[in-house]
């Protein structure tokens, strides 16, 4: 049934995504979801398992740490999570990282959760523009597939999780992300298909 329901989301959605170009990732829900994950390296069964893993990590996180949801960013790509943001305690990522691993699907969690008080709003501000520049060079440049990369940005450290070709479109996005002021470090936990 899951499966008739996200072809029958990206049907119904083809034409929203084709209109919007390069702002697929923008169409929200999960048929936004189950539109974008058609056509990324990952395919539509894996891009709706990954979504119900980051609705279910958001659901218990805000059941169960309420005080936590609002600065943990979760991506889920293939079963490997990525947590990034800022909780107050070492006691919290582990209490994250805790709930991550009861969530079924789960192959790998990435805890980069940083610890101690919440950033300030220009840093955040700095960090949203970092991301959207990033996006955009991506989604412009022909020779890297924008749509296989998951992009989050904390305190000036872009994140990047998602599937690249070969080294050489990895290399470039990673050039694309530097390239950014403000970009402090990049740290990749990108899945090269081909290697050589």
């Known amino acids: 049934m899951r499966k008739f329901l996200a072809i029958r989301a990206v049907a119904l959605l083809a034409p929203v995504a084709l209109a919007l ?10 048929g936004g979801a189950a539109a974008v ?21 958001n659901r218990k996180l805000l059941a169960q740490h309420s005080n936590l949801y609002s600065g943990v960013s979760t991506q889920v790509r293939k079963g490997r999570v990525l947590l990034t943001g800022r909780v107050p305690a070492q006691e919290d990522r582990i209490a994250v990282t805790r ?15 940083n610890t101690g008080k919440e950033g300030s709003f220009s840093q955040s501000v700095s960090d949203t523009t970092i991301s959207t520049k990033l ?32 080294r050489t479109e990895l290399d470039r996005v990673i050039a694309h992300a530097r390239d950014i002021k403000g970009v402090r470090n990049v740290v990749s936990y990108v899945e090269v298909k081909r290697q050589g």
Do not use: H
Request: net charge negative; proline share 1%.
């Open 135 to 166: 996006r955009a060079r991506l989604t412009g440049d022909k020779n890297v597939s924008g749509i296989n990369y998951s992009i989050e940005t904390v305190d000036g450290v872009v994140y990047l999780m998602g599937t690249a070709l070969d």
């Open 21 to 30: 170009g390069g702002c697929v990732p923008l169409v929200a829900g999960a």
């Open 99 to 113: 709930l991550v691993w009861s969530i079924g699907g789960v192959k790998e969690v990435i805890n980069e959760l």
């Open 37 to 57: 994950g058609a056509s990324q390296d990952r395919g539509l069964e894996q891009a709706v398992d990954d979504n119900e893993i980051a609705f279910e990590i």
